[in-house]
């Protein structure tokens, strides 16, 4: 796990650094904001740790920066005790968790594992017969032809692909599509499930209707 580590304090930067890196941390050192900056730019780590009060630019500064390109790296500010509008103006700027000096290694350790976890993406890619999903893309894709689906036709199709081969009501679709689906009727799971039938034919796919029930999305037979 590549980690940044952003401490102006020398003799801090060396402890952490040491403690982390006990911890199978590979982990970059830097001493002020500009580099903090120019090396979020020039590399992909799995967290960063990131002082406030830094020389050059501040940690609010850099994490701004950091948001303002789209990176989501996940960051940990490192805040002095007592300084509640720090912490609340760091989260708002965009960092993703702090801890207030001094603290526990054990504790910081803790942390960066758990930000690198929460930051590890879930298999982006749901497959099935000549049917594939990259959720992270937003792409289908039958064989290697591109599929074009409407927002509510991917949800549709994606709850199905998550549970393949197993019966899912359609009341479960309406829940799984909810956030778009305030008005959305059995009926309506019906008409799109007929839409991405017409769009699958040649997927290698079938959706299956268990009447009175739901729908089970297999290989054809
Ligand atoms: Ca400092």
Request: charged share 25%; proline share 4%.
């Given at each position: 796990m590549h980690v940044l580590l952003v401490e102006d304090d020398s003799v801090l930067a060396d402890g952490l650094s040491r403690i982390l890196q006990g911890h199978g941390m590979l982990v970059e050192v830097v001493g002020d904001g500009l580099q903090a900056d120019q090396a979020l730019q020039r590399g992909q780590f799995a967290v960063a740790v990131l002082d406030i009060g830094l020389p050059g630019i501040d940690g609010f500064e850099v994490v701004r920066r950091l948001r303002a390109r789209g990176s989501a790296t996940p960051v940990l500010l490192l805040t002095a005790r007592d300084a509640v509008e720090d912490r609340v103006r760091g989260l708002e700027t965009g960092a993703d968790d702090y801890l207030v000096k001094p603290f526990a290694t054990a504790e910081l350790v803790a942390r960066i594992r758990a930000l690198a976890r929460r930051n590890t993406p879930a298999p982006t890619v749901l497959a099935l017969g000549q049917l594939s999903l990259d959720t992270s893309a937003r792409r289908a894709r039958i064989g290697e032809r591109p599929l074009e689906l409407s927002v509510r036709e991917w949800a549709v199709l994606e709850y199905l692909l998550q549970h393949a081969s197993r019966v899912v009501s359609k009341q479960q679709i309406i829940d799984a599509i909810l956030p778009w689906g305030d008005d959305l009727t059995l009926n309506a799971v019906e008409v799109y499930v007929s839409r991405l039938r017409l769009k699958l034919?040649?997927?290698?796919?079938a959706i299956r209707t268990i009447r009175g029930f739901g729908y089970m999305l297999e290989p054809a037979a």
């Amino acid at each position: 796990m590549h980690v940044l580590l952003v401490e102006d304090d020398s003799v801090l930067a060396d402890g952490l650094s040491r403690i982390l890196q006990g911890h199978g941390m590979l982990v970059e050192v830097v001493g002020d904001g500009l580099q903090a900056d120019q090396a979020l730019q020039r590399g992909q780590f799995a967290v960063a740790v990131l002082d406030i009060g830094l020389p050059g630019i501040d940690g609010f500064e850099v994490v701004r920066r950091l948001r303002a390109r789209g990176s989501a790296t996940p960051v940990l500010l490192l805040t002095a005790r007592d300084a509640v509008e720090d912490r609340v103006r760091g989260l708002e700027t965009g960092a993703d968790d702090y801890l207030v000096k001094p603290f526990a290694t054990a504790e910081l350790v803790a942390r960066i594992r758990a930000l690198a976890r929460r930051n590890t993406p879930a298999p982006t890619v749901l497959a099935l017969g000549q049917l594939s999903l990259d959720t992270s893309a937003r792409r289908a894709r039958i064989g290697e032809r591109p599929l074009e689906l409407s927002v509510r036709e991917w949800a549709v199709l994606e709850y199905l692909l998550q549970h393949a081969s197993r019966v899912v009501s359609k009341q479960q679709i309406i829940d799984a599509i909810l956030p778009w689906g305030d008005d959305l009727t059995l009926n309506a799971v019906e008409v799109y499930v007929s839409r991405l039938r017409l769009k699958l034919l040649d997927a290698g796919i079938a959706i299956r209707t268990i009447r009175g029930f739901g729908y089970m999305l297999e290989p054809a037979a």
